[in-house]
Nanobody
Framework: QVQLVESGGGLVQAGGSLRLSCAASGSIFSINDMGWYRQVPGKQRELVAAITRGGRTNYADSVKGRFTISRDNAKNTVYLQMNSLKPEDTAVYYC??????????????WGRGTQVTVSS
């Protein structure tokens, strides 16, 4: 089992910043890609940003230039620095990680989500 625990969500005014963290733990052999997704009620979960083990990043157009994803491979942790937040960034943010566990089985795990609310 691989568990992902997110932290860092909360309430912030428009223009403010938040930093999300997500730590993976459990029977991990290696973590490959890690990413952040978000979802609002009635809509599909969407990719916000992703990062490969080697550090290659990918961002949704809506967050380019405002959000930065990074990771610490030694700690199996991924971060999302969110600046210049807008009310439309309000959502539940989920962490995702894929890789291989100690039994050499493929894993694709999700965190429980953390609420980010941006007030206007």
């Amino acid at each position: 089992q691989v568990q992902l625990v997110e932290s860092g969500g909360g309430l912030v005014q428009a223009g403010g910043s938040l930093r999300l963290s997500c730590a993976a733990s459990g029977s991990i052999f290696s973590i490959n890609d890690m990413g952040w997704y978000r979802q609002v009620p009635g809509k599909q979960r969407e990719l916000v940003a992703a990062i490969t083990r080697g550090g290659r990043t990918n961002y949704a157009d809506s967050v380019k230039g405002r959000f930065t994803i990074s990771r610490d491979n030694a700690k199996n942790t991924v971060y999302l620095q969110m600046n210049s937040l807008k009310p439309e960034d309000t959502a539940v943010y989920y962490c995702n990680a894929n890789g291989v566990n100690t039994a050499r089985a493929i894993i694709d795990s999700w965190g429980r989500g953390t609420q980010v609310t941006v007030s206007s």
